[in-house]
């Protein structure tokens, strides 16, 4: 890695701006109430912007300056850690502890995927079926996993001697657990017939689900086994579409490695959105269920509408903590199943931030008809799935304005 002594005082400038702002005492107020949201006694709904794709409109690639890759992606992440001190004045709190990841690399299933992408960028691709029928099951393998310790340590100790003088510099394991099988699935037999499937290859469908769940338990039990699991409700622990996932409940003991059991798990199945109750427990929620019971609290759903499944969920899922209240999900219906026993993570339309003519007034009123419906529930608003904001950076601004204010009034 070459690092250039301009580069250097840029990088350590950016860092010591996230000290100071993480010495605030704001940091404190917000990891309390996240914490508070989260064990489901809540002072008032909390407010998270994850702009996901739209980030690159806030910090552009073509504005770092670093050249060596490693170094670039350091720079990126300064970059947005000080653009969200600067402008995005949610509930997210800010700290010292900067994380370098621990290298874990992981082979395929036997079969590369195969897309066919559009021309311009961030746009939607189509998938190519790699299985396509029961011989090529006989071609499936388990992926190989490794950890790469030396590229972890030099990446380590780059980071520790460029600014660990100034930020808290941690080696960090595998914190976001997902368990998005379907996701998976569609890549190796596509969308369309993994529809089919349920009418006309049944015996097909269920072999894939079931190969890909135990790969999902061999999987974290490899990352247990080389204790690279890290905690992930601690104060700035982000995880799935519900938020922050601080709270108490857990036990986080630094001094031991994190296990499945001692950590928050997403499961989700946008994929499933059109599929009925009966038909998504038969193919899906029974191969996520060995997985999701592992862990110590569970946070389901994404984009996907659950307004069907609620009962399902609740039934087969006894850590349930978190579920997510899409924009096409109705919104009563469910506060009548979570209210006081579930945290329930609404996420906004994106549309009025991400159409060529925005629309906050609309932004707004979903939001305060939102916060009327939950009254008195352990509520996050969190708008994502943001993949643009047509090149004016201030509209995500404006939604947190709008959001904050509406949270403190309601």
């Not at 189509?126 to 011989?135: A, G, L, Q, S």
């Not at 924009?327 to 993570?345: F, H, N, Q, T």
């Not at 609404?346 to 305060?368: C, G, H, M, W």
Request: proline content about 5%; charged content about 30%; aromatic content about 10%.
């Amino acid at each position: 890695m070459e690092i250039s002594r301009d580069e250097t005082r840029m990088l350590r400038d950016m860092a010591k701006t996230i000290k100071e702002a993480s010495e605030l005492p704001i940091q404190e107020e917000r990891k309390r109430l996240w914490k508070c949201c989260n064990e489901l006694k809540p002072e008032r709904a909390m407010v998270l912007a994850n702009p996901q794709n739209g980030f690159i409109e806030l910090v552009p690639l073509d504005s770092l300056v670093c050249k060596d890759e490693f170094v670039k992606w350091l720079e990126f992440g300064l970059r947005l850690a000080v653009y969200r001190i600067r402008h995005l004045h949610d509930d997210v709190p800010i700290g010292s502890r900067w994380d370098v990841p621990v290298m874990i690399e992981k082979g395929d299933y036997g079969f590369e995927n195969k897309v066919t992408n559009p021309d311009y960028a961030r746009g939607a691709y189509h998938i190519e079926p790699v299985i396509k029928n029961m011989d090529d099951l006989a071609k499936l393998h388990p992926a190989k996993l490794y950890v790469d310790w030396e590229k972890t340590e030099a990446n380590f100790n780059f980071v520790s001697e460029l600014f660990g003088d100034i930020l808290d510099v941690r080696k960090t394991g595998m914190n976001y657990c997902r368990c998005g099988l379907t996701r998976v699935l569609i890549h190796l037999r596509g969308l369309d017939l993994m529809m089919y499937d349920m009418y006309d290859e049944p015996e097909l469908l269920h072999a894939l689900m079931a190969f890909l769940r135990d790969q999902q338990i061999r999987e974290y039990e490899f990352y247990e086994k080389e204790k690279v699991l890290d905690y992930n409700t601690t104060p700035y622990s982000g995880l799935g579409s519900g938020g922050y996932s601080y709270n108490g409940e857990l036990e986080v003991d630094e001094a031991k490695p994190a296990t499945m059991s001692t950590m928050m798990v997403w499961g989700e199945s946008q994929e499933t959105v059109g599929v009925g109750p009966k038909q998504f427990e038969e193919y899906v929620l029974n191969y996520q269920l060995p997985i999701l019971n592992r862990f110590g609290m569970v946070d389901y759903g994404c984009c996907e509408g659950l307004d069907q499944k609620f009962d399902l969920l609740i039934e087969k899922i006894p850590k349930l903590r978190w579920v997510a209240v899409s924009p096409w999900c109705d919104r009563e219906a469910a506060m009548e199943k979570l209210a006081g026993k579930y945290v329930y993570a609404y996420k906004p339309n994106p549309t009025p931030l991400t159409s060529r003519v925005p629309d906050f007034e609309f932004a707004e009123r979903q939001i305060r008809e939102t916060l009327a419906i939950t009254k008195g529930c352990a509520t996050h608003i969190v708008m994502k799935d943001t993949s643009t904001f047509m090149n004016e950076p201030r509209r995500i601004e404006k939604w947190i304005e709008i959001a904050m204010k509406a949270v403190k009034e309601a």
